[in-house]
Each structure stands twice: as structure tokens, then as C-alpha cells.
């Protein structure tokens, strides 16, 4: 209608919080999933057996560059830690 | 004629079966069950003060609670609170005039007494002079609110 006063725009007003009482405890990360290496085993078959695809054997290698040096080279005894599926 | 020899020790046996037979050894009394301190009355979370003014200090509190501000200034509430929750949401919506929204932000704590938890707005080209509120919501429940103006 003519002669209304425009609405203010407070689309660019800021604002901010913050609180003297602690923020609610984040849930505890659950532990990476592991597979500990067997006599027979390669990284390809491992994947094919644990994440249900043996193209994921590069995941893995991915996953465990710190024990794993040759993807073609895994030792009976490793513990090697397994990506999300 | 008496014997003062068998009649003493005639007379200490018989004290000394006197004795025994009806001194009973005193039975310790039973162990009585500690009585549990009263545990601790549990406070419900609720809103105690809803306080504004133009800066807050390290506590969070309002130094100054004011009720009109100035067209630069930055608004803070300072909402203290008591009791225990394992989470709350508490929020402030700022509104203008007959109710227009102004802006709404929220903050999320697991309180376990007395706490103070700050809200501020600014706005950069200045606030419109009017009548504002803000309300203090916990878990979307109003708890509290106030009142302000911006002067011309």
C-alpha cells in the first residue's frame, strides 16, 4: 500500500555465541577395522575377501604405507589396517 | 570344730562357679549398617537471567545491563543458567518491531550447574531506531526473554 514504511533489511547482520558450560563430548571414533596377514595371502586377495572387491588392494596398500613398502611383498603376521568398505 | 583352711577354699570354689555360671561373655552387638548420605537434590536445567547490554566480560556476563543501545552498537544478551542436562540447545531470535525476524543463532552445551552463555549481534550500516526483543529458547521451549530499543 502506498505511503508503508519500507521493512529494514537485516539480511548482513552477524552474530555469534559462546558459552561458559562445555560443548556436549563427541562420540569416540570407533577403531579402524584390522586383518592380520596369513600364510598365502596378497593384498588383492585379502581385499576380495574383507571388502568384498580385490580392486581395493590399492585402499589397502593406501592404508598401510607405513608397514607395507611392495605391495607385492606382505609378510605372514602383519597387521594390516582395513579402509571403509 | 571348723577347719579355716577347707572352709576358704570351699568358699573360693564356689565363688569362682558362682562366677562362670552366671557371667555370660558379653555378645559384641550387631553391626549396624551405615546410614547412606542423601544424595544430592538433582536441579532441572532452566533459564535464571536473561541480561543485555553493549559488551560482555570474560564470565560472559553484562557489566552494565542496558536497555537502550546506540545505532553501532553490538547487542549482547547474557543468559545464565543452572542445573544439569545432557544436552541443550539454547537459542536467541532476535526480532524486530511487530515481530519481523532479525536473526537466530544457537548454541549447544551439556551444562552441569550454573553457567552463562552469550549471544551478540552486530549489523554493519547500523541498526533501524525501533522496539526489538530477543527470546531465549532450550530445546525450542521459551524460557526467557527482553525487551531493547534503538535510540534515533
Sequence with gaps: MAGDKPKPDFSNVKSGSSSTAPPPAQPAKPAPKTYTVVAGDSLSKIAKKQLGDANKWKQIFEANRDVIKNPDLIKPGQVLKLPDA | MHHPKRLGGALALGLVLA??????RAEAPPPVAPVPAPAPAVVPFGVKSVQLGSSIGPDKRVPTPMSTFAKGDTI???VATDGAAPTVTLSARWTYGDGQPVNESSETISPTGPAVTEFHI???DGWPAG???VEIRANGAVLGSQQFTVAE
Excluded at chain 2, 562366677?19 to 555370660?24: I, V, Y
Aim: with cysteine; proline share 7%; hydrophobic share 15%.
Design chain 2, 76 to 78: 549482547y544478551a547474557s
Design chain 2, 19 to 24: 562366677l562362670t555360671s552366671s557371667c555370660k
Design chain 2, 122 to 124: 552486530s549489523k554493519p
Design chain 2, 131 to 133: 522496539s526489538y526483543k
